[in-house]
């Protein structure tokens, strides 16, 4: 369902984590096609080049997602600039590679402050908005990682699977008020997740062929250009009713399928059991 070429309404955009990566993809192809977007970023100095660019239809905030009361305020000014806001995209976040033992109480909960309570905020702060306009869309950066789990990534996959949780029921609760969600599910890209964002755990030696075998696999496989998506998110934004979940790429289809007739054949052979409870 590709836009071609229909010609949309200038929209309003608010974006997380919009220095690189899937942030910065979408947030230059909106501009791109004439759209206006309130862009954070921890420095927002990175976002200077866009700003020379496109001037005052992109507004560059200093954002860190943690902190609530900086995201209600960056919120509040974005929507002030632009008089509302259509799409809001919760895409801050980052991974965090290391084995269940291993990760210590700091990097859990550095790890659900971002992925979790980062987007909780946000949305938070981006509700009393839509509900006023009656209208709103909330996309939520999740991953493959938000349906299927991987060694060497619990911490970030606990962070993915409650972000998923939170934005159905979020979807059941503001889809009635004309406002509406979607939650994203990307396979690997080289939007540097992997790279100088991502965070390590201290390794314990006995996980180390676990450890060998996760990076032969990862190493396998070539991560795609992250602007390829960019197109895809602008068709969803423009959609009268968008779905609650997109896949990007064609990757994470067989590894779900998988996942869920494992998940299934397992439940229906412990059913016995199961009923005797």
Known sequence: MLRR????AMKTWFITGASRGFGRT??????KRGDR???TARQPETLQDLAETYGDRLLPIALDVTDRVQVFAA???AAEAFDGLDVVVNNAGYGLFGMIEETTEEQARAQIETNLFGPLWVTQAALPIMRTQGSGHLVQV???G????FPTLGLYNASKWALEGMSEALAQEVGPLGIKTTILEPGPYGTDWA????????????YEPIRQARRAGATARAPRDPSVTAEVVLSLVDLPEPPL???LGSYPYPITESVYQQRLATWHQWRELAETA
């Open 245 to 247: 979940r997109l896949f």
């Open 5 to 8: 070429g229909m010609v949309e």
């Open 75 to 77: 919120v509040d000014r």
């Open 195 to 206: 790279g100088a964002s991502a965070a390590h755990t201290a390794p314990i030696a006995a």
């Open 142 to 144: 999740s991953s493959i």
């Open 26 to 31: 979408w947030a230059t192809a909106a501009l």
């Open 146 to 149: 938000g349906i299927a789990a």
């Open 37 to 39: 977007v309130a862009a």
